[in-house]
């Protein structure tokens, strides 16, 4: 059974950072995939960013290019990401999800374990 363990959210002033974390347990196929989600209020839960375990192949929403980055902690089985520039915008739940996806990495259904998520406010 796939646990997933979110933590680092908190308040931060727009173009502040924060680092959120994944830990991962009950992993047994490298070919799964581990993604941040994230929920505005009366938004859509849309893909932040993924990494297939596989090959350590990244993907990213546009909206975060360039200002997030996702990375992997093999020995601890946890994936972080790392958010700078953040903006107000960015203000939602974060959540980590493991899975296998067979249509697009960003398709929130596709995956099947998800954590208990974590905010993230970006305010001043």
């Known amino acids: 059974q796939v646990q997933l363990v979110e933590s680092g959210g908190g308040l931060v002033q727009p173009g502040g950072s924060l680092r959120l974390s994944c830990a991962a347990s009950?992993?047994?196929?490298?070919?799964?995939?581990i993604a941040w989600f994230r929920q505005a209020p009366g938004k859509e839960r849309e893909g932040v960013s993924a990494?297939?375990?596989?090959?350590?192949?990244?993907y990213s929403a546009d909206s975060v290019k360039g200002r997030f980055t996702l990375s992997r902690d093999n020995a601890k089985n946890t994936v972080s990401l790392q958010m700078n520039s953040l903006k107000p915008e960015d203000t939602a739940v974060y959540y980590c999800?493991?899975?296998?996806?067979?249509?697009?990495?960003?398709?929130?259904?596709?995956?099947?374990?998800w954590g208990q998520g974590t905010q993230v406010t970006v305010s001043s």
């Open positions: 990494i297939l375990l596989s090959d350590g192949h990244i």
């Open positions: 009950g992993i047994t196929k490298d070919y799964y995939t």
């Open positions: 999800a493991a899975g296998v996806w067979h249509r697009d990495w960003d398709i929130d259904d596709e995956y099947d374990s």
